[in-house]
């Protein structure tokens, strides 16, 4: 349900489209902020300028300068145009800002000189547009306030869902299930209209911890430690390692950091940003952190451990059958309150005629 519910934010048609727009949105935006001085285990695709390009264009010395040369389609008159020995040269003119004083004259009467006179060129505007201006802007405001409440309490009820560290006894379904926990991490990172902004406040960014990004790292941090205690546990016995060697190498990479940094409690709020580290544990963190999801999201997804448009629409039909039902429970409940109503005056009246 709550991917159903994440999954209606993104108002798009095709799951498949926001999976790989999503995860290739973050992989582009973390290669521009980490290719200068960080290099992760697995290769990211990565796109790289020739320096040629990056190099200004050479200019040609004086004596290359032609008015048409053979072979370059231009038509030759006869001569070249040679700077430095040319006959005529330029004189070389000095340029000077000051300009020489001159005595005022005038033949106007100096009571007409010293009478001033205010020009101005700026229009205030009447006292009854700024309020209309502010006013207009606050539903904006509000709009992008009540969204970004939605995106981070998605991520929270994800953070504190019951079913987080549940085992379920198919050990593909566990993967499944780690596959859902990333997703909603890179769902909300690459939310529409303000992805590489918020990417690069969430990874750099100083914040209080009652804050938005504040909330949204200790979830993060929850998040990655239930993806962990999904994936290990599937017994190194099962078949299923050998199967998915690729997606439990990646796997082996988070299982690293996360003994590095949220083992427990205090090394979680030091990894959010909110023990004694701050902001540069969190930064340490979520640099190492952030290429290894985004791997191991597409590798699952790539194995078949994504959700397919089949079961997300049963998701969203079993939503929308909860939903009629409780609609149809309130509208008993109102038919009921309206046929009561009329009762009592028609009782209240046969009272009082006896």
């Known amino acids: 349900m709550i991917v159903a519910t994440a999954w209606e934010q993104t108002q798009h048609k095709s799951l498949k489209e926001v999976v790989q727009t999503s995860f290739h ?9 980490h290719e ?5 285990p697995y290769k990211l695709a990565k796109r790289k300028v020739p320096r040629s390009r ?35 040269r330029p004189e070389k003119r000095s340029l000077s800002t000051v300009r020489p004083s001159r005595p005022l004259r005038t033949q106007l009467p100096l009571a007409k000189i010293t009478s001033k006179r205010a020009y101005t060129t700026t229009r205030t505007p009447p006292p009854d547009a700024e309020p209309q201006a502010s006013a207009s802007q606050q539903p904006a405001e509000g709009e992008a306030e009540a969204d970004a409440e ?59 911890p009652d804050s938005e990004i504040g909330r949204a790292r200790t979830a993060v941090g929850a998040i990655i430690k239930a993806a962990v205690h999904q994936l290990s546990s599937v017994p190194v016995s099962s078949p299923l390692r050998r199967e998915q ?30 023990g ?33 448009e089949e079961e997300l629409g049963g998701a969203k039909k079993e939503k929308g059958k909860e939903e009629e039902k409780e609609e149809a429970v309130g509208e008993k409940e109102e038919k009921k309150a309206e046929e009561e109503k009329p009762a009592e005056p028609e009782k209240k009246a046969e009272e009082g005629k006896a």
């Open 276 to 308: 004694p580290g701050g902001l540069e544990a969190w930064s340490a963190f979520w640099a190492r952190t952030q290429p290894v999801v985004l791997e191991l999201g597409m590798k699952l997804d790539e194995k078949g451990f994504g959700w397919t």
């Open 25 to 33: 949105l973050l992989t582009v935006v973390h290669n521009a902020q």
């Open 54 to 88: 990056l190099e200004a264009p050479r200019l040609r010395g004086p004596q290359h300068l032609h008015t048409g040369e053979p072979g370059t389609g231009m038509p030759q008159l006869g001569m070249k145009h040679d700077v430095h020995n040319s006959p005529k």
């Open 245 to 274: 060697a690729e997606v439990f190498a990646l796997f082996g990479a988070l299982q690293v950091i996360h003994d590095m940094y949220l083992v427990d409690d205090e090394a979680t709020a030091a990894g959010a940003g909110a």
């Open 36 to 40: 200068s001085h960080w290099t992760t």
């Open 150 to 208: 939605k995106w981070i309490s998605i991520l929270e009820n994800t953070a504190s869902a019951p079913w987080l560290h549940k085992l379920s006894p198919d050990h593909a379904s566990r993967l499944k299930v780690a596959y859902t926990l990333l997703f909603q991490i890179v769902l909300y990172l690459s939310r529409p209209g303000e992805s590489e902004q918020l990417l690069l406040a969430f990874a750099t960014a100083p914040a209080p």
